[in-house]
């Protein structure tokens, strides 16, 4: 066996492991470490070397250990879309319209069924009136030893007594001249406020699964290929469903007038603010109006400029955990109610398990089976309860980071929302008619407003999820951390292989 003379005239044998390590030094490309094997350097230098090569590996790993932290807790970024979007590649959005009037006085007066039931003992069937209709009402109106649950004949009842269509809306105009016949574009549906109609809503067999909610009439219309991820196909024509705006402005837009009789007007139900809500949403979710709304008062003109929010998901992120992306791509998150998953489908589709579990019963306008018992006046301050119960839950879990008990109701990740810009300005329809020497008869004892929703811009920009550090990115910030610091590239890792594995054996044979 060869043997290699120090400076010190100490003989090292060439197989030994100092030798190795020696031959080692003297060879990598690691910056600083052949000055640790040179015998003849004295020791004060070789611990200088040490500690300054142990000082950059700390540092190195510290660095490392910071872009890891970025890469798993942060990967990633919202930008905009490199290229703008027409706004005929997107749906114009649904809008859902509620009259304030919740049951006609004509047909049955519910402050005086509320004032009696104070003085007197009402029969049965007036009780019961009151107790469905103060469903409807604000959160304060509370109808003492109402009847915990119900049937489908609270929904029949109600609307029997709401106002109908033909006397909510007065003339509507989409894609053509006015007309009074608009009921071919509204669909009239069960929300939590009551009952209410929809323009450009998903058809009732696109939207839920199994019966769904059966008291969504179905409008007759069915999508052509149109999907919340992938839109319009494109060989869809120009006249399809969901409707699209063809161009920016009024004139491309949705018009519409609604009426409200003032001998129907309530007031105990629903406060000093009589008149309408409009809701502007995706045409795949269930709008829920008594919490996000346009006030649309009467001899008002609400005009709404609409801008579309789109926020895409790019596919390198499905690689992702729905946690890290923090959204869900359609296969990834089922609910039992609903075909399409949305945000708010998801968030509804929870308040009603939560109702469901803590009532025993679940809201009007809640999604449910026919086993399932909808609740009646006896459970309003119940499910109001529950409500609040569930978002107290979402809030203090999100601060232990836990799941438990949460709807775990993520964006998805191709969105639609539409914002808007209102403006209004005073309807004085009377004056028209007059000026026009026409007949008042059709108005009198009668309040309208007017309602006009289109697209500001012919073009908007979108905005996409994307990798913010992808595995290309983390390795190169890896290796050039590793290169700044310590001169180490990939082969040095590979020479390190190298020397302690075939190179040992070779030396120690």
């Not at 499910?383 to 836990?402: P, Q």
């Amino acid at each position: 066996m060869l043997a290699k003379k120090g400076s010190k005239g100490k003989i090292t044998p060439s197989g030994s492991v100092k030798h190795h390590f020696q031959d080692y030094c003297a060879s990598t490309s690691i910056h600083g470490v052949k000055y640790l094997g040179e015998e003849e350097r004295p020791l004060a230098e070789r611990i200088w070397w040490l500690l300054v090569f142990i000082i950059c590996l700390s540092g190195n790993f510290f660095l490392i250990g910071k872009v890891w932290i970025k890469w798993h807790e942060s990967p990633v970024i919202v930008s905009f879309a490199e290229t703008t979007t027409p706004v005929w590649q997107v749906p114009f959005p649904a809008v859902t319209l509620c009259s304030e009037t919740k049951s006609r006085s004509t047909l049955f007066n519910f402050t005086d069924a509320v004032n009696r039931n104070l003085t007197e003992e009402i029969d049965g069937e007036m009780f019961n009136k009151m107790s469905d209709v103060s469903l409807l009402c604000d959160n304060h109106v509370i109808v003492e030893n109402g009847s915990l649950t119900t049937n489908e004949s609270t929904i029949e009842f109600l609307f029997e007594v709401a106002p109908p269509f033909e006397d909510t809306v007065h003339i509507c105009k989409w894609k053509g001249p006015a007309t009074q016949n608009c009921s071919h574009l509204f669909t009239p549906i069960i929300t939590d406020e009551g009952v209410c109609f929809s323009f450009n809503m998903l058809p009732t067999v696109e939207l839920f699964r199994g019966q769904g909610i059966p008291y969504f009439e179905d409008n007759g219309y069915r999508t052509e290929g149109w999907t919340l991820e992938g839109g319009y196909p494109p060989d869809a024509p120009l006249d399809t469903y969901p409707h699209r705006a063809l161009t920016a402005g009024a004139k491309a837009g949705l018009i519409f007038v609604m009426k409200a009789m003032w001998k129907d007007a309530d007031y105990y139900c629903k406060g000093p603010v009589q008149g309408f809500r409009v809701l502007l949403h995706n045409p795949a979710e269930v709008p829920s109006v008594g919490e996000r709304y346009l006030r649309a008062p009467l001899r008002q003109e609400i005009v709404a400029s609409i801008q579309p929010k789109i926020m895409t998901t790019s596919k390198g992120l499905r690689s992702y955990s729905p946690d890290r992306r923090q959204c869900y791509f359609p296969s990834e998150r089922y609910l039992a109610h609903f075909k399409v998953y949305t945000q708010r489908n998801c968030e509804l589709e929870c308040l009603t398990n939560y109702t469901l579990k803590k009532c025993g019963c679940v809201g009007l306008h809640m999604p449910r089976s026919e086993s399932v018992k909808i609740c009646g006046g006896g459970s309003k301050e119940c499910m109001l309860e529950a409500n609040d119960l569930l978002r107290r839950y979402e809030i203090e879990s999100s601060y232990k980071e836990t799941k438990q008990e949460t709807c775990d109701c993520l964006p998805a990740c191709t969105s639609i929302q539409y914002d808007a810009e209102t403006s209004q300005a005073d309807f004085e329809v009377e004056n028209v008619f007059r000026s026009y020497n026409d007949n008042l008869t059709e108005i009198v004892g009668s309040s309208m407003a007017r309602v006009s929703v289109f697209f500001k811009d012919m073009q908007f920009t979108t905005s996409r999820r994307s990798e913010l550090f992808g595995l290309v990115d983390f390795l190169a910030n890896c290796g050039g951390l590793l290169g700044l610091f310590c001169g180490v590239s990939l082969l040095s890792l590979v020479e390190i292989i190298y020397y302690v594995t075939l190179r040992l054996w070779g030396n120690m044979k």
